[in-house]
């Protein structure tokens, strides 16, 4: 008997959904979202290929290639590499206006899937990890930090990385999916018991999809291994090994390509640049304001410079 038949029910239906007599392509690292992804699809749909980005010794290039063949799915790498990393960066940076630098580099696998897909379609696993607690950084006995971090990580999703994907996939004419995102998903997740979902050691984390991924009758997905898709495609890696070959920073690498297009005006003599670090979530609520206001990020700081040195300090802040 299943033990989480609603949600098997819940998540084959999203696919069948979106992929019926489709032609579907699948951004597949070769891990288990992905990859049941990708199996439900190709009960569906006109046809399924999986697309890999990584460098050609990535681990979720051998991963990709391997389960797409137990599969029987055509498979395609999506190559990175320090030859074209750099106009890949610029690539994507004109297809979203995206500057932060760990969105850039979180989002450009999904990115060069858009890219080179020829499918109309594409799937993406996002939202698996945060509704079901896949990342290392959840597993914690602090009943405080674990709901913060569940928070955190779908605010971050919903606000920053979702707006970021749909906006790249518009730029290449094709209509993505987020299957585990779909509401009724959502709510076969939220009716299991809460003790299922939390993981309390690295190994235990999404121990209900991988039950579920089995009952559905894909037992070869059920155990993948997988990396964060940054890491996993070697692309954090590429940019940091870029970056030291510039003699600068990670950030001050991509901040570079981003001001190389005109699309900030730190370059010119009369004016200081300031590199800011600030959390994505607080940038887009940021940004809701500022755009209201008719006002950009570089006019609200330098107010606040203003005001700081009009007062002497920061008391204000505290008001």
Known sequence: MAEYPELGRAIEESVRKCCTNKEVGVAFSGGMDSGLLAALA???ARSVTCYTCGTDDAFDIAAGKELAEKLGLPWVQCRISEENIESTIREMIIASKVSDPFTI???LQLFTVCREAKEPVILSGQG???????TNSIVTDDDAEYE???EWGMERLMKVSVPCETTIARYYKKKLFYPYLDQAVIDAVDALD???IRPKTVD????VLRQTATELGFPVISNR???ASQYGSNT???IRKMARKKGVRYNRYISNIYESLGLRNANRLRDAAVDVRMDPILLYDADQILEKEGLTHSEALTALYKKMLKEGNLDFLNE
């Open 225 to 227: 291994v997988k990396k």
């Open 204 to 207: 235990e984390r999404k121990a």
């Open 194 to 196: 809460a003790d299922l």
């Open 128 to 134: 698996s990890d945060e509704l079901l607690n896949g």
């Open 236 to 238: 954090t890696e590429l």
């Open 105 to 107: 580099t979180y989002d």
């Open 148 to 150: 913060r971090l569940r």
């Open 42 to 44: 190709s009960k569906y």
